[in-house]
């Protein structure tokens, strides 16, 4: 299988995508492409990599949401794969309103186990496809950031970017 890489400079940093036939397979804010690939199910992960300069409308939706317009980027097509639990919490996360985070508690009500927080924490963790499934969006009951893979710098500017 043959991706498409590409990096894209943002406000928070360098930004690289992954994707296959128009689905990013893993996103983040790195230069580094090698981080990026540890997150791809290992019957997804590409064999080769080709770097672009553009990626149609997944590069459109990464300018619009530093433009102020973070809806398009929950219209790309993410392209991962896990066991039912987590997979239906990526799905519920991409239905996060922008400026409205929740708290993992109430992600795991909106991933349909309540009890499960642990495993919506871990949907986060496992996420590759970074401000496409907007793990950003969760944040600890008491209202702190909690973790986030690519710093609590960038989580907190994303943030504050759909708060308005």
Same mark, same amino acid.
């Given at each position: 299988?043959? #991706?498409?890489? %590409?990096?894209m $400079?943002? +406000?928070?940093?360098?930004?690289?995508? =992954?994707? &296959?036939? *128009?689905?990013?397979?893993?996103?983040g804010?790195t230069?580094e492409p090698?981080?990026?690939?540890?997150?791809?199910?290992?019957?997804?992960?590409?064999?080769?990599?080709?770097?672009?300069?553009?990626?149609?409308?997944?590069?459109?939706?990464?300018? #619009?949401?530093? %433009?102020?317009? $973070?809806? +398009?980027?929950?219209?790309v097509?993410? =392209?991962? &794969?896990? *066991?039912p639990?987590?997979?239906?919490?990526?799905?519920?996360?991409?239905?996060?309103?922008?400026?409205?985070?929740?708290?993992?508690?109430e992600?795991?009500?909106?991933?349909?186990?309540?009890?499960?927080?642990?495993?919506?924490?871990?949907?986060?963790a496992?996420?590759?496809?970074?401000l496409?499934?907007?793990c950003?969006?969760?944040?600890?009951t008491?209202?702190?950031?909690?973790?986030?893979?690519?710093?609590?710098?960038?989580?907190?500017?994303?943030?504050?970017?759909?708060?308005?």
């Amino acid at each position: 299988m043959k #991706a498409q890489l %590409l990096t894209m $400079p943002t +406000p928070d940093g360098p930004f690289t995508i =992954l994707a &296959r036939e *128009g689905a990013v397979l893993a996103s983040g804010w790195t230069a580094e492409p090698g981080e990026l690939t540890g997150q791809i199910h290992p019957a997804l992960r590409p064999s080769e990599v080709e770097a672009v300069t553009d990626l149609g409308p997944i590069s459109l939706a990464v300018e #619009a949401f530093y %433009l102020g317009d $973070p809806g +398009p980027a929950m219209s790309v097509a993410v =392209l991962q &794969r896990s *066991g039912p639990f987590r997979s239906h919490a990526w799905d519920m996360l991409r239905t996060v309103r922008p400026g409205f985070p929740v708290t993992y508690t109430e992600y795991a009500e909106l991933s349909g186990n309540p009890k499960a927080v642990r495993a919506a924490a871990s949907a986060c963790a496992f996420n590759a496809a970074a401000l496409f499934v907007p793990c950003h969006r969760v944040i600890r009951t008491d209202g702190t950031l909690g973790g986030f893979r690519w710093g609590l710098a960038i989580k907190k500017s994303l943030l504050d970017r759909e708060a308005g």
